[in-house]
């Protein structure tokens, strides 16, 4: 795990708290994730590049007789393209820089953030009332603790799951999580 995760983690501890479980998401498990977006990105890129070889009248551009600005109106969209191909990247970089964190008394999940500072999610027992597991074969899987609903635009809207995602021995983290929210309020041991 990264240490200023580490860092950040004990710093966050209140007096009485004990961390029991700690780990950092599968980096490669995540950026799988992505798996959709960059299948979607293929055909953006691809047809990005060929509609402005198409404006460009699929020719070399010749400065002798001036510039054809036109083409250059699809930049924008390769380079959408490309931050669609490269998600993989991006995703395996943030659970690089991410932390999942069970104590006596709440989970907590630390991001770090790209650009400075960072992101502490706090789960108290009361908040973890419908957790859902998902398990891989070798055992490694997902737990969600909670969903979030975003506005999308457009009267649309989108849910992200919130969550211990890419870890080892989900079933015993799962039942960690049960033994918080079982626990009584009085009695933080």
């Not at 599968?26 to 799988?32: E, I, K, N, T, V």
Request: net charge positive; hydrophobic share 45%; with cysteine.
């Amino acid at each position: 795990m990264d240490y200023q995760i580490e860092q950040l983690f004990h710093a966050e501890l209140k007096a009485g708290e004990v961390m029991r479980w700690s780990a950092a998401p599968s980096p490669a498990r995540l950026s799988r994730r992505a798996l959709p977006m960059v299948l979607f990105g293929v055909p953006w890129t691809a047809f990005a590049l060929f509609w402005i070889a198409g404006a460009s009248g699929f020719k070399v551009p010749d400065f002798r007789h001036g510039f054809n600005w036109f083409p250059l109106f699809g930049l924008p969209f390769i380079l959408i393209g490309f931050g669609m191909l490269s998600s993989p990247l991006w995703i395996r970089r943030q659970a690089k820089q991410t932390g999942y964190f069970i104590t006596n008394q709440r989970a907590l999940i630390l991001e770090r953030k790209a650009f400075g500072g960072c992101r502490i999610r706090s789960f108290l027992p009361s908040q973890l009332a419908s957790l859902e597991r998902t398990q891989l074969a070798d055992g490694s899987g997902d737990i969600i603790l909670d969903r979030e609903l975003r506005s999308s635009g457009n009267n649309g809207s989108r849910t992200t799951e919130i969550g211990f995602f890419g870890i080892p021995e989900v079933r015993n983290v799962e039942a960690l999580l049960a033994s918080l929210i079982q626990q009584k309020p009085g009695a933080l041991s």
